[in-house]
T-cell receptor
């Protein structure tokens, strides 16, 4: 799986959009980009994933650059409950469950 | 609520003992995954089962074993426990055998403390 690089921590004001970047410059054509988050000591929560196109669901939007070397997770209106560690993972289509969770980005949403 | 149920929530035991952690996947999911999260290691993939068969193996110690039963629930057995086995153990499930387009849904974990 391609290595991903994320900032260690970020702050965001409540009600504002949180934009979390992820670099995956060695991603291959059959690797998806997945985002999960983990709120303190709870199980990781799936947020969104994509291959080439931008994706949106009820939780977030995922913007993938045209060359697929980086992506941005957007939480449109961050709340205090969005404070968590966010993990960006690149994983092959035929890969089993060997998700490699890096250190992630610790997002703090402040009032 | 992810739909994945793990029991027990907390477990305290002594070194050298053996414990069993249990996981019930989401309805309809055939794959079960086990992950370990300790303070200094982050989330580590241990093992995956798909429809009763071992599918993928990660950094699982020989003292640890798992199985998936015909009703698709899974158990993770940890034996000869050491202090370093203290961690959060997460189970996850997914519909398919491969990650690809099939997200994992995680339970809330079992916190194991070895004293």
């Amino acid at each position: 799986d391609a290595k991903t690089t994320q900032p260690t921590s970020m702050d965001c004001a409540e009600g504002r959009a949180a934009n979390l970047p992820c670099n995956h410059s060695t991603i291959s054509g059959n690797e998806y980009v997945y985002w999960y988050r983990q709120i303190h000591s709870q199980g990781p929560q799936y947020i969104i994933h994509g291959l080439k196109n931008n994706e949106t669901n009820e939780m977030a939007s995922l913007i993938i650059t045209e060359d697929r070397k980086s992506s941005t997770l957007i939480l449109p209106h961050a709340t205090l409950r969005d404070t968590a560690v966010y993990y960006c993972i690149a994983t092959r289509y035929n890969q089993g469950g060997k998700l490699i969770f890096g250190q992630g980005t610790e997002l703090s949403v402040k009032p | 609520d992810s739909g994945v149920t793990q029991t027990p929530k907390h477990l305290i035991t002594a070194t050298g003992q053996r414990v069993t952690l249990r996981c019930s996947p989401r309805s309809g999911d055939l794959s079960v995954y086990w992950y370990q999260q300790s303070l200094d290691q982050g989330l580590q993939f241990l093992i995956q089962y798909y429809n009763g068969e071992e599918r993928a193996k990660g950094n699982i110690l020989e003292r640890f074993s798992a199985q998936q039963f015909p009703d698709l629930h899974s158990e993770l057995n940890l034996s000869s426990l050491e202090l370093g086995d203290s961690a959060l153990y997460f189970c996850a499930s997914s519909v398919g055998a491969i990650q690809g387009n099939s997200p994992l849904h995680f339970g809330n974990g079992t916190r194991l403390t070895v004293t």
